[in-house]
């Protein structure tokens, strides 16, 4: 009996901690911030940033300008209702940040303390903005959004005195945060101050912001997707590329020609955001217009994307699809051949008679250079069937 009662005593506190973990488990302010600046240092420049300590208080202006860093960076904040904020960097951290972006890592050793610059205020902007919105979103649906949210850089002031007639003589909320900058490779302070008394409205968390309309509207997702569809995406056709010293860039004027390997035809290299390659194309044209075959056979067939080939976009309207990948039905082309009258002999009829179409004679084999004037007009390049 003893045991059992026990046992249910146990279960009782069990599940009331249960019952109240979410609860508990609120993240303070404080620690809201030192996560927000850590993951927005990650994502924006690689900066690995760890909050060694932090301190929260509400204090007065006086008090606020006391605890501000001299040779800092002091950034102006603009919120709700005219509101205004600031955060400071100190000259370790703001240090950290500027060598981290302009050199790529933190030095071992401090640079030579001096006064921020405009320049410094705009390589930060950024990364402020990016820790405010993250420091909003983390206590969104709580009463402290009402202070929180809605702060963005401003602008910044070189010294101390503009201050204290720039801000409001207002009680005001601040966090102090001792910093950690890339495993122990330099220590600095953040300090941002926020007005005490929120002007703003509780914000809903993102995931409650479409949640709703979700579940409500049937077509909210469908349409979404459309949209998402519709959206421009640009690529780039490369139809060559090679390396020249800046001394014969900055020699090239116009009428200079650019030698291009004929073979450059067959290996038009298709690229979209960030260089990222999409695949192998060749070069040719339809109806008067330059045109690329996706997925053709030969040099482009083995490094044809799927995201190309797959599409049943890429097929124009009025076309059979011939083939189950998505690709219009075309023609087959030819391997590139000795060249006649500036353009291999692709064959398969149809091609526009383009002698003395002021082509240059390119002479022998599939290795001598071509002039880019070569493919400047439409009429030189072959028909590649798409009309």
């Known amino acids: 009996m ?3 009662a026990r046992k249910r005593v146990l279960r009782r506190k069990v599940e009331a901690g249960r019952e109240s973990a979410p609860a508990n488990r609120a993240v303070l302010p404080a620690r809201a911030l030192s996560t927000a600046l850590s993951k927005a240092a990650e994502a ?7 909050a060694t300590s932090s301190s929260e208080r509400i204090a007065s202006l006086p008090d606020l300008l006391e605890r501000l860093p001299e040779n800092g960076l002091l950034a102006v904040l603009e919120g709700p209702e005219d509101g205004q904020g600031l955060m400071a960097f100190d000259f370790n951290a703001l240090s950290a940040v500027i060598e981290k972006q302009m050199t790529g890592a933190v030095g071992t050793s401090l640079p030579p303390s001096r006064r921020a610059t405009r320049t410094d205020a705009a390589l930060a902007a950024d990364l402020i ?9 983390a206590l969104a649906g709580r009463d402290e959004s009402r202070w929180a949210s809605g702060f963005g850089y401003s602008s910044h002031v070189e010294d101390l005195r503009p201050l204290g007639l ?13 910093l950690d ?10 300090l941002l101050a926020l007005p005490a008394e929120g002007r703003g409205t509780v914000q809903m968390p993102q995931d409650e912001m479409f949640g709703d309309a979700v579940d409500s509207d049937p077509f909210w997702s469908p349409s979404l997707q459309l949209r998402v569809l519709e959206g421009e995406v640009q690529l780039d056709a490369v139809l060559h590329r090679f390396h020249l010293p800046i ?3 900055s020699e090239l004027k116009p009428g200079d020609e650019i030698p291009i390997p004929l073979t450059a035809i067959d290996n038009v290299r298709l690229s979209g955001a960030e260089r990222i390659p999409l695949g192998r194309c060749r070069l040719g044209s339809s109806q008067g217009f330059r045109a690329l075959r996706l997925g053709a056979d030969g040099a482009g067939a083995g490094a044809r994307g799927p995201s190309l080939v797959h599409s049943a976009a890429l097929a124009p309207s009025g076309f059979d699809d011939g083939h189950a990948d998505g690709l219009p039905s075309l023609p087959d082309l030819p391997g590139l051949g000795q060249p006649e009258d500036g353009l291999p002999d692709l064959g398969g009829g149809g091609l526009p008679d383009i002698s003395g179409g002021g082509l240059p004679d390119i002479g022998g084999g599939l290795g001598q250079p071509m002039a880019i004037g070569a493919i400047g007009d439409d009429d030189g390049l072959p028909d590649i069937g798409l009309g």
């Open 2 to 4: 003893a045991d059992a």
């Open 44 to 50: 924006s420049m690689e900066l690995a940033i760890s």
């Open 129 to 137: 903005d990016a820790v405010l919105q993250r420091f909003e979103q």
């Open 166 to 178: 720039l801000l409001e003589e207002i009680d005001y909320r601040i966090f102090g945060l001792s």
């Open 181 to 190: 900058f890339e495993m122990g490779t330099r220590t600095g302070e953040i």
């Open 247 to 249: 001394s014969a860039i």
